[in-house]
Structures are given as structure tokens and as C-alpha cells.
């Protein structure tokens, strides 16, 4: 009897230790989700929120939808592809704050120098003695 209790603890224990590694490998969303979580955190507290709202917007509804696909199924196929397409967003997102960064910063130089004349070149320096032909 003492032998079978043992088996039957043995198999238990396996079978226990076995479905909490499974169940612990199903809990870790993929590197490739994780990242674009943290990227978009990152984007969406800095100059991106601001300058780009409209492609972070759509940024985020690719990472949720790649999230509710991890929540649904775990880490497939599908969840990865979410994920890519999400990180170009977020990617594009970034790009776009920083080319309207730009722009602005562009238009305060053009304010900026509004009322300066242009230099024009002559060919010499301007009002200074031109050498005497020979």
C-alpha cells in the first residue's frame, strides 16, 4: 500500500510541477510585445503626444490589438505580427514628432530672421575698392 501512495504522490507531484511550467510559460508575453509596450510609454510621455497625437493613436490601437491577442491566445503567430506592425506604427509615430519638431523649429527661424536683409554676393566685397584694370 505504502508503495502505491508513494507512485501516486510521485505522479501527482509531476503532474503538478508539470502544469505550473506550463501555465508559467503561457504568463510571459513575448520580448517583441513587451518592447512596443515600453516604446509606447516612452513616446506617449514625451514630444510625440504633443506633435504626432493622431499617429500615436493609431500606434496604440495596433498594440492593444496585439495584446488582445497575446490575453486571447498566447504568444502566436498572430500576436507576433501584431506586434511588428504596432512597433512600425509607433516607429512612424516617433518620426512624425520629430519631422514636425523640425518644421516648427524651421518656421520660428524663418520668423526669426524676417526683417534681415539677404547678403548678396558680387564677386568682391561689397563697397570696398575694386583693383584697377590693367
Known sequence: MRTNQRRQLAAFALTSIGL???CACAVYPPGQLVAIRLSYADLSNGPA???APGELADAK???DLADRE???HGDTSLCRDYSYIA???LDLAAAAAEAEE???ALATMNTDTAGVTPLHFDGGLSGSP???DI
Do not use: C, I, T, Y
Open 49 to 51: 503626444a504633443r506633435l
Open 87 to 89: 512597433q512600425n506604427k
Open 20 to 22: 505550473g511550467l506550463m
Open 130 to 132: 575694386q583693383p584697377p
Open 61 to 63: 490601437k495596433s498594440v
Open 70 to 72: 497575446f490575453s486571447a
Open 102 to 104: 523640425e518644421r516648427r
